[in-house]
Nanobody, 126 residues
Framework: VQLQASGGGLVQAGGSLRLACVGSGLDFSTYAMAWFRQAPGKDREFVAAITRTGSTVYYADALKGRFAISRENTINAMYLEMSSLRPEDTALYYC????????????????????WGQGTLVTVSS
């Protein structure tokens, strides 16, 4: 299994970015997927998740309304649209695959995700 994250970069506060995560070596459509982020000196934190079909999405409460997660199973891809970015959004953003193919009920624990992309750096300047 490989997950490749991309799309990070340097953006001014108030700007937007779109992250992408492409999976290979797995039946992508059978797994829920998620984005987490890790800022320097902090633990990895949940950002957003999406069920296998994309019918249900979950967000960290503080990010609702600014971030949007989506997926396109035909090309094994997942996306994170980020808008109204703030300096506190600066972090390495990781995509992760849910550990099981069973129903995903919105777990926000990183330990429930077993494969991770390499991370893509988002830097928001003030």
């Amino acid at each position: 299994v490989q997950l490749q994250a991309s799309g990070g970069g340097l953006v001014q506060a108030g700007g937007s970015l779109r992250l992408a995560c492409v999976g290979s070596g797995l039946d992508f459509s059978t797994y829920a997927m998620a984005w987490f982020r890790q800022a320097p000196g902090k633990d990895r934190e949940f950002v957003a998740a999406i069920t296998r079909t994309g019918s249900t999405v979950y967000y960290a409460d503080a990010l609702k309304g600014r971030f949007a997660i989506s997926r396109e199973n035909t090309i094994n891809a997942m996306y994170l649209e980020m808008s109204s970015l703030r300096p506190e959004d600066t972090a390495l953003y990781y995509c992760g695959k849910y550990r099981w193919t069973s129903y995903y009920s919105g777990s926000r624990s990183a330990s429930d995700f077993d494969y991770w992309g390499q991370g893509t750096l988002v830097t928001v300047s003030s």
